[in-house]
């Protein structure tokens, strides 16, 4: 059975920085997307940023160059390092992972994905 629990979040002043984590246990497959998503009171989820089991990356345009996706395969562990946080950056935030076909560049639709975690919150004041 997959499972993933996000750890990390927190209260955190305009400017600072948090470390989100992701253990992932139970997923066999090899080729995978894993992704961090996120989610505002009354809002819709989006995906904030991917990593496929190459390494390579895609993030939203808004966190660019402030957010880093990065994975451990020793400890199944996903990480999401948030630098120059904004309130804008205020929500919910989740894990997911999927399987990977054809060797297709990892998407961030929500939809796509299969196995969530269960969310931690970040608030950005």
């Known amino acids: 059975h997959v499972q993933l629990v996000e750890s990390g979040g927190g209260p955190v002043q305009a400017g600072g920085s948090l470390r989100l984590s992701c253990v992932v246990s139970?997923?066999?497959?090899?080729?995978?997307?894993m992704g961090w998503f996120r989610q505002h009171p009354g809002k819709e989820r989006e995906g904030v940023a991917s990593?496929?089991?190459?390494?390579?990356?895609n993030y939203i345009d808004s966190v660019k160059s402030r957010f880093t996706i990065s994975k451990d395969n020793a400890k199944t562990t996903l990480y999401l390092q948030m630098n120059l946080l904004k309130p804008e950056d205020t929500a919910m935030y989740y894990c997911a992972i999927r399987r990977r076909y054809y060797g297709a560049r990892c998407s961030m639709k929500t939809w796509e994905y299969v196995d969530w975690g269960q969310g931690t919150q970040v608030t950005v004041s």
């Open positions: 139970g997923y066999t497959y090899s080729s995978i997307c």
């Open positions: 990593i496929d089991n190459d390494g390579a990356t």
